[in-house]
């Protein structure tokens, strides 16, 4: 039977199409088997292991075989009170499992566990009435099961919950989301508890039952999206689906600005070895585009373009066909303030930065820039955690979790030293504390510039302030010594202050975005991309890197014992740095960290392998060479964050003319 599940509804709301793609070896699928996304996923199983611990039930659906789960759940049914966990239900075409089924004589509760945060003073509609965007796709969720439901068994009558973490309690144990994890990646989402796992260990609950049933009766009296057409009443948009899994239809195509984040979409169209891509088809079906077309980009690449549905939809689909008015650019050159972002797009499109040559480089505006640096320049990058189910008492779900650091110092006469790192990664112990005095320490020896790339650490550095502000019953000894630290770094922007520290770090992420453009950075700023470009084009890294220099006296490291070269060509390409180093997340090959990292905001890419490895790490049942293995890997991984951050400035500072 190929029923329509509620994967694959989630997947028609999506696009229409994929219900033809799915689940069909020919096609590559990049959801499937993805080491990465099961490792960031953790979070969300373990939500689903509390909530199952929350509500003992004397059933669980533990088999694979829908037929098998079907009847497993129809005896169990039979009873007039009965708990079921992942009961299946199915009826005209599809099936769902339902997280958790209770029955209570002629009515059945149905609830839905989401890692969604919630809050109670906030609730589930906008203040207007509207149904909040952030949990539409939950409640669109539990609706399908509800409707699934209501065919099933017409006789009985429903209630509908979304189980969520509520982000206003705090965890009243240590150790909780270990005592509900797994202590191996690679199992299903049916596994049995962990021994010794029972609701008294539980302390005070994170999760909350939120009764939705008014908001999925919107749902199933309102309209559903229906590919590039006119939404349709929910039964209809179902049936329509329906029909297409079971017949084995191809609705649409449906070209859009969707089509950039779908899973069935190759890197480049695919060869006869391959496995096919349905975005490639898609295009080839909408458009009648052969193989070239796709050769120098489309206008889903454009960088940080917020008009790809309007391109598409007037047949402005390839980079070379985007103009001036499509951007809204009279194409000026930059000015006193450097790049804008429409600049940054123009040259994605077209080159025709001023000077030529193969990159752009605003030398000027740098060294304007870097004459208010005090040197020594300190680099520093951190990875953290946040939880859905805590790891220690007193931490609320999802608060930030500062567990390493890594740290650069950069010297006047072109010294470079890996000079501190922090990693502390123990079970069932709070890192924060550590982290800062640590921090504080490695700073506080002159008074050198700070830098960072991009917002992260400073919005880490502003959340463990407010921690620190809000420690019950009695604050750290040196809490206000270390808000005063903290203030000094930051910068803090809100409705009630603007505060900018006497040492504010520098955000190198922004100078890139400013005054640097290298083509085969796609328009984005982030180290990932510029890396790459810096060490395809700087002659001085050349110098440098080629040789092995890093990990010996000259160039000192704290992990890396035998001295490292980093500039090495392969096929005539530079490779990436990143490339040379071993997944930090084992069983997490390199291929799916980069895969995995485009997926995500930019908030999780530079840390999704070091969050996963960090969760690992909790477990009281790693063996220590694994244990060892991880934090050497993590400690290696984030030294280059910083040591790539100190390569683009040698890039930069080395450039004589900007081009």
Known sequence: MRYLTKSLFKKALECPTKLFYAGKPAYLDNSVGDDFMTALAEGGHLVGQLARLMNPGESLVDVQDHDAALARTREWLDRDEVTIHEAALAADGLFVRVDILRKRGAVIELVEVKAASWRPDKGIRNSGGTIAAAFLPHLRDIAFQRHVAGLAYPGLAFTCSLMLVDTTRYASVDGLNQRVARSTLGQT????????????????????EVPVDAEVAVILNGQLPFGDGPWLPFGQAVREMTTARAQDLRLGPFPGSACQACEFKAAAPPDALSPSSGFHECWRAAFGWSDSDFSGGTVLDLWNFTRK???????????????????????????????????????????????????????????????QWRYPLHLIDFETSAAPIPFVRGKRPYETTAFQFSHHVLHEDGRLVHQSQFLHAHPAQDPNLAFLRALRAALQDDQGSVFRWADHENTVLLQLRRQLLAQQPAPADDAAELIAFIDTLVVRSTKEVHAIGARAMVDLCKLAELFYFHPSTRGSSSLKRVLPAVMQSAPRLR??????????????????????VWWQQRGGEVLDPYSLLPPVFAGMDRATQAAMEAKFPSSLQEGGAAMAAYALLQSDDLSPAHR???????LRYCELDTLAMAMVLQAWFDEPNGH
Not at 548 to 553: E, I, K, L, N, R
Request: charged content about 20%; glycine content about 12%.
């Open 189 to 208: 989402a049916h596994d049995t508890l962990p021994p010794g796992a029972t609701a008294e260990l539980l302390g005070d609950p994170v999760l909350t």
């Open 309 to 371: 549905q309007l391109c598409i939809d007037g047949r402005v689909l390839k980079l070379s066909q985007v103009t001036l008015p499509v951007l809204d650019f009279d194409g000026s050159p930059p000015g006193g303030g450097g790049l804008s972002r429409k600049h940054r797009q123009w040259y994605q499109c077209h080159g025709g930065w001023p000077g030529g040559g193969s990159f752009y480089l605003d030398k000027p505006a740098l060294d304007r820039e870097r004459s």
């Open 543 to 564: 110098e440098l890197y080629a040789q092995p220099v890093y990990g010996s006296a000259a160039m000192p490291s704290l992990n890396f014992t035998q001295p490292v």
């Open 628 to 634: 060892r293995a991880t934090e050497q890997a993590l």
